[in-house]
């Protein structure tokens, strides 16, 4: 079974604090996504990793993909209130046209 | 605009009413899939479909339905809800030329309680 484990579940910071949060497996994954969930809403997407060792900047956003493929982070500069948010990683399963999801870290980011 | 559309979004049943969830994407994408959202569970697939005519198991498929007659359009059948069906149902489509990632672009949800 392809797991992926989110932490930290929840994290809470003040504005202009820099946070990273992981995605691990120990299974190896063709590519990773990352999505952001703002409450009443669908998951958004962010970005896509594909290669190992990538690294793909959205403005105050990194991710980088595990050079194994197994595991990727997102790090935040200068954390803003309007981060604030569920963070989910998915991946599509080797059985196919499937995707996993790890539960999330819920951000929070005080004013 | 491009958008996934779900309907109801808030809906309150009792047990063995059957109902149905619609679902509809505007992008011409191939591949639509269901997913519910429990606290400590995460998302996890109920079902999905490579195209029209064609659907698939997901993770948690047991007491649902889908079918995909159009290539827009892919309802959520629930024949006898239950108590444990109440939860944030999403569905999702993807285009498959984004070949092995199947990037997921969601609709807003609905939220289902069975009584």
């Known amino acids: 079974t392809q797991l992926l484990e989110q932490s930290p579940q929840f994290l809470s910071i003040q504005e202009g604090e820099n946070l990273t949060v992981y995605c691990n497996s120990s299974?190896?994954?063709?590519?990773l996504q990352w999505y952001r969930q703002e409450p009443g809403e669908g998951p958004v997407l962010l970005v896509t990793v594909v290669t190992g060792g990538e690294v793909k900047k959205l403005k105050r956003l990194t991710f980088q993909f595990g050079d194994a493929r197994k595991d990727s982070s997102l790090h935040i500069t200068a954390a803003q209130p309007g981060d604030t948010g569920l963070y989910l990683c998915a991946g599509p399963k080797t059985s196919g046209s499937r995707l996993t999801f790890g539960e999330g870290t819920q951000l929070t980011v005080n004013p | 605009e491009a958008q996934v559309t779900q309907n109801p979004r808030y809906l309150i049943t009792v047990t063995g009413k059957k109902l149905t969830v619609t679902c509809s994407q505007n992008?011409?994408?191939?591949?639509m899939s269901w997913y519910r959202q429990d606290p400590g569970l995460g998302l996890r697939q109920i079902y999905y479909s490579m195209n029209v005519e064609v659907t698939d198991k997901g993770d948690v498929p047991e007491g649902y339905k889908v079918s995909r007659k159009e290539k827009r359009n892919f309802p959520l059948i629930l024949e006898s809800p239950s108590p444990n069906q109440t939860s944030l149902y999403f569905c999702?489509?993807?285009?498959?030329?984004?070949?092995?990632?199947?990037?997921?672009?969601f609709g807003p949800g609905t939220r289902l309680t069975v009584t």
């Open positions: 299974s190896v994954f063709s590519s």
């Open positions: 992008m011409n994408h191939e591949y």
């Open positions: 999702a489509s993807s285009p498959l030329w984004s070949g092995v990632t199947y990037e997921q672009y």
